[in-house]
């Protein structure tokens, strides 16, 4: 059965960094474009940095450009965030999914970036 396991979440100072993780399985991995999202309570989930299989187009939501790489390591079935100079507005639990499978969601993982 298809799994999508998060981690590398935690809390950090603004302007910090963070790296996320997601681990898959269940599924050809290499075949798929990837996703990360984000959401807050309240809030629908957002859309924040896509890229495609194998990894050469990557598109980021205007509100990270500059700040965020997405990467995928298609060997270890792993998808990568990389988040700089993070900000409070970046406060959130992050999730990833392929967009065109729209898997059952993981358990995302929380980051929170505060003073």
């Known amino acids: 059965q298809v799994q999508l396991v998060e981690s590398g979440g935690g809390w950090v100072q603004p302007g910090g960094s963070l790296r996320l993780s997601c681990v898959a399985s269940?599924?050809?991995?290499?075949?798929?474009?990837m996703s990360w999202y984000r959401q807050v309570p309240g809030k629908e989930r957002e859309l924040v940095a896509v890229?495609?299989?194998?990894?050469?187009?990557?598109n980021y939501a205007d509100s990270v450009k500059g700040r965020f790489t997405i990467s995928r390591s298609d060997a270890e079935n792993t998808l990568y965030l990389q988040m700089n100079n993070l900000k409070p507005e970046d406060t959130a639990v992050y999730y990833c999914?392929?967009?065109?499978?729209?898997?059952?969601w993981g358990q995302g993982t929380q980051v929170t970036v505060s003073s």
């Open positions: 269940g599924f050809t991995f290499s075949s798929y474009g």
């Open positions: 999914n392929s967009p065109r499978r729209n898997f059952a």
């Open positions: 890229i495609s299989s194998p990894g050469t187009v990557t």
